[in-house]
C-alpha cells in the first residue's frame, strides 16, 4: 500500500432524478470503500423527483449541493470538486453504480502506481455480462472501421475500432486512452493539475476529454479488474435524444483536438456510419444522422439537454 490509501476518499454523486436508483447505491457503498475514511459529496442538477429527500434519508451527512438547473455533468463534478472538504483522491460515479466489495480499495491501490492519475474498474451489468468500459483515442481510422465493420468487430482490432471489444483485454491489468465515466477514480495530483472538466460537452465525451487531457500532461490511464462494480446504463442506447448527443459530442471533442481538414474527414466517417445505420431502419441513428446533417426542415439538437 502507498501512501494514497491513508488520505480521505471523496465520493462524487452527480444525480438527476435519480431516487430509485439512491437505495441500492447507498447498500453497496460501505462494502466498496472497505473501511476507508471518505467524504460523500451529493451534487443534483434540478432533480423533478424526490431525490433530495432521498439523499436526506440515505445520506445525513453527506454535503449536499442543489444546483437549481441542470447544468450537465462535467457542471456537477465541477460543483462537487469545489465543496468537497477535503483534498485527496476523487471517485466520480453515477447513481446507477453498485460497488463491489474493495472496489475503491483496489483503486488506490492502483493509483499508488508510478504516473497513475486517472483508475478504471472492471464494470458488468446485473446479470454480470462484462461491459466494453475502456476505449482508444478517437482517430478517422477507427470512426471508419466502425462505420464498415460495427463497433463489437472493430474494437477487437487496435486500429479499427474506439471501443475495446477484446475480452482478453480486460483480464489484466492496463494502460488506456480512456475509460467509461460511470466510475473513475482521480488522485488528487491529477485533478489539481488537468483543471476543471469541460462543461461545455454537458453530457457524454466529457470523460473523454478530462482523461485525454491527463494524458497529455503525462498521466496515465490505468484499468484494473481487481476492482469491480456493477453499472446499470444503457439510456443512450435508447433515447434518441440521448444517443444524438452521444454522437455529436463525440465530432465536438475530435472537433476540440483537431485541426478543420482532419476534423471535416472525422465527420464524414461519423456521418457514413450513423447514415448506414439510419438506412437500416435504426431510430436512434436517424435521430443521430439529423442532429449531424441538419437542414431546414429538421431542427438541429440543442447543445444542452435541459
Not at 59 to 72: E, H, I, S, T
Not at 241 to 257: A, H, I, P, Q
Not at 261 to 290: D, E, K, M, N, V
Amino acid at each position: 500500500m502507498t501512501g494514497t490509501t491513508s488520505a480521505v476518499v471523496t465520493v462524487l454523486l452527480v444525480t438527476h432524478n435519480s431516487a430509485p436508483l439512491l437505495p441500492a447505491f447507498a447498500q453497496a457503498l460501505p462494502d466498496g470503500l472497505g473501511g476507508l475514511p471518505h467524504e460523500l459529496v451529493v451534487v443534483d442538477s434540478a432533480s423533478g423527483d424526490d431525490t433530495l429527500a432521498v439523499v436526506e434519508d440515505l445520506f445525513p451527512d453527506a454535503k449536499v449541493v442543489a444546483l437549481g438547473r441542470n447544468l450537465g455533468y462535467a457542471a456537477g463534478v465541477n460543483a462537487g470538486l469545489a465543496a468537497r472538504a477535503g483534498d485527496g483522491p476523487v471517485l466520480v460515479c453515477n447513481p446507477d453504480l453498485r460497488l463491489a466489495p474493495g472496489c475503491v480499495p483496489a483503486m488506490l491501490e492502483t493509483a499508488g502506481e508510478p504516473a497513475v492519475g486517472v483508475v478504471a474498474p472492471r464494470l458488468t451489468d446485473e446479470q454480470g455480462n462484462l461491459q466494453w468500459s475502456l476505449r482508444r483515442d478517437p482517430t478517422i481510422r477507427r470512426a471508419l472501421g466502425e462505420a464498415l465493420l460495427g463497433g463489437t468487430r472493430a474494437g477487437r482490432h487496435p486500429g479499427w475500432g474506439e471501443v475495446i471489444t477484446d475480452p482478453d483485454r480486460y483480464r489484466s491489468p492496463t494502460d488506456v486512452d480512456w475509460a467509461s465515466g460511470a466510475c473513475l477514480l482521480v488522485t488528487a495530483a491529477c485533478a489539481r493539475d488537468v483543471g476543471p472538466w469541460d462543461e461545455s460537452f454537458f453530457l457524454y465525451s466529457e470523460e473523454t476529454d478530462f482523461c485525454l487531457r491527463a494524458r497529455d500532461r503525462g498521466w496515465r490511464v490505468r484499468y484494473t479488474p481487481a476492482a469491480q462494480a456493477v453499472h446499470l446504463g444503457g439510456e443512450s442506447q435508447e433515447s434518441r435524444v440521448l444517443f444524438s448527443l452521444l454522437t455529436t459530442n463525440r465530432l465536438r471533442l475530435y472537433r476540440k483536438r483537431h485541426g478543420r481538414l482532419a476534423s471535416a474527414a472525422f465527420a464524414a466517417a461519423l456521418t457514413f456510419g450513423t447514415g448506414i445505420r439510419a438506412l437500416a431502419g435504426r431510430p436512434q441513428h436517424r435521430a443521430a444522422l439529423g442532429a449531424l446533417v441538419p437542414h431546414p426542415g429538421r431542427p438541429r439538437l440543442p447543445e444542452a439537454v435541459r
